[in-house]
Structures are given as C-alpha cells and as structure tokens.
C-alpha cells in the first residue's frame, strides 16, 4: 500500500485559506487511488537497502554454529601439550568489559 500525502496536504491547504475541507469518502478514495495507479488494490512492501542487510547479516548469524570447531581443537591441542598459556591482564580486561557491558544494559 503506497501512502500519498497529497489529500492531506491539500486539506491543510483549504484550512489554511478558511475553507471547509471535504473528506473523500474512503472506499471511494481506495478505489480512485487504484484507478490511478492501473492495479489492484493489494499491498507492498520495500525494503531499505539497510534492512536487506540487516537481513543477510541476521540469517548468517543463525545459520552460524555455535562452537567455532578450529578454535576449541586448536586450543585442546595446545592444553595437551602443555604449551596453552594466558595472559592475566587478557583474562582481567576480558572480565571488566563484561562487567561494564552489564552494568550498562
């Protein structure tokens, strides 16, 4: 459904010059609005090329697994051999953006 401003606009119009406005008869105006436009009565919608995206980015994140598998095996791999080694101040900082991240939402 495409909303047109012009009645609108033009009752704004009539009122300001100190006329009556007139209202269409709504299934009249329906009808003539069909008539304009050489088809059916039936809606549509259009999307903005940023919820397009929005879309495309939201379907990757579902379709997404939820354990990176590289990331857990390359890890393991390193616990194993004894080499997996992290830095306090990552775990530190780690813990204090999540904190802040709470406190503000």
């Known amino acids: 459904m495409k909303i047109d401003d012009s009645q ?3 009752g704004l119009k009539q ?8 209202r269409p008869n709504q299934e009249q105006g329906t009808k ?3 008539r304009k436009n050489n088809q059916s009565a039936t809606d549509n919608v259009n999307l903005s090329s940023k919820a397009r ?3 495309k980015i939201k379907k ?4 997404a697994p939820d354990i ?4 857990v095996d390359s890890i393991r791999k ?3 051999a004894g080499t997996y080694n992290v830095r306090g ?3 530190a900082a780690k813990i204090v953006q999540e904190s802040l991240i709470d406190t503000l939402l």
């Not at 009122?15 to 007139?22: L, M, W």
């Not at 990757?60 to 379709?63: D, H, I, L, S, Y």
């Not at 990176?68 to 990331?71: A, I, L, P, T, Y």
């Open 8 to 10: 609108l606009i033009e």
């Open 89 to 91: 101040e990552k775990v």
């Open 60 to 63: 990757a994140a579902m379709e």
């Open 78 to 80: 390193e616990i194993e």
């Open 32 to 34: 003539e609005a069909a």
């Open 53 to 55: 995206q929005y879309q």
């Open 15 to 22: 009122v300001a010059q100190g006329q009556q406005v007139q």
């Open 68 to 71: 990176r598998r590289e990331k």
